[in-house]
Structures are given as structure tokens and as C-alpha cells.
Nanobody, 115 residues
Framework: QVQLVESGGGLVQPGGSLRLSCAASGSFFGRSTMGWYRQAPGKERELVARITASGSTYYVDSVKGRFSISRDNAKNTLYLQMNVLHFEDTAVYYC?????????WGQGTQVTVSS
């Protein structure tokens, strides 16, 4: 069974940094494409960054140069390093796996950027 648990969210000032983690259970992690998504109040959920099983990455334009996605297959963990945070980065952040043609979501972690 695929389970994903995010952590690392919190309150941070503009310009600050946070690192999100997504711990995955099961043996699927290493062969899955993993992604970070976010949903701000009143907005649709959007892709933030994605990393394939081979390590290729993709970032939405608004976070390029500020966010970095990585994975540790030995620890079954996905990361999102977020630097130079902006007010508009405030959202609930979710990790998602694409495994054997299916999507699995974590429960989300809140990131609030506020002064």
C-alpha cells in the first residue's frame, strides 16, 4: 500500500527558507515519479516541481532558482528545499507519487509566508 506523509511546513518570513519532506512507505518509491504540488486558498492545486525515477527534474517558472526537489531512494524520502520564500508561496503543499499508472497523495503540510 502506498502511503505518503509530508512534514516540514510552518511559518516563515519573506526571504526565509524551509525544507519539506515526504516519507513514503512501501517498495514503490524508487521506480516512481514524485512531485510536489501546492494549493493556495481559493486556487486550484498546481504542480510545483517533479522528479523522475532517473532524477530528471522539472520546476514551474515561479519557483525556478528558488526551490530544489530531490529524492533519497535509500530513505524512501522526497524533499523540497524552498529558499527566498515569497508571500505568494503560502499554500498547503502536497507530495504525489505516480506509481504504476496510479496517483497517490499525501495529506499535505501548511506553509505560511508572513511578516
Amino acid at each position: 500500500q502506498v502511503q505518503l506523509v509530508e512534514s516540514g511546513g510552518g511559518l516563515v518570513q519573506p526571504g526565509g527558507s524551509l525544507r519539506l519532506s515526504c516519507a513514503a512507505s512501501g517498495s514503490f518509491f524508487g521506480r516512481s515519479t514524485m512531485g510536489w504540488y501546492r494549493q493556495a486558498p481559493g486556487k486550484e492545486r498546481e504542480l510545483v516541481a517533479r522528479i523522475t525515477a532517473s532524477g530528471s527534474t522539472y520546476y514551474v517558472d515561479s519557483v525556478k532558482g528558488r526551490f530544489s526537489i530531490s529524492r533519497d531512494n535509500a530513505k524512501n524520502t522526497l524533499y523540497l528545499q524552498m529558499n527566498v520564500l515569497h508571500f505568494e508561496d503560502t499554500a498547503v503543499y502536497y507530495c504525489r507519487s505516480t506509481t504504476d499508472g496510479n496517483y497517490y497523495w499525501g495529506q499535505g503540510t501548511q506553509v505560511t509566508v508572513s511578516s
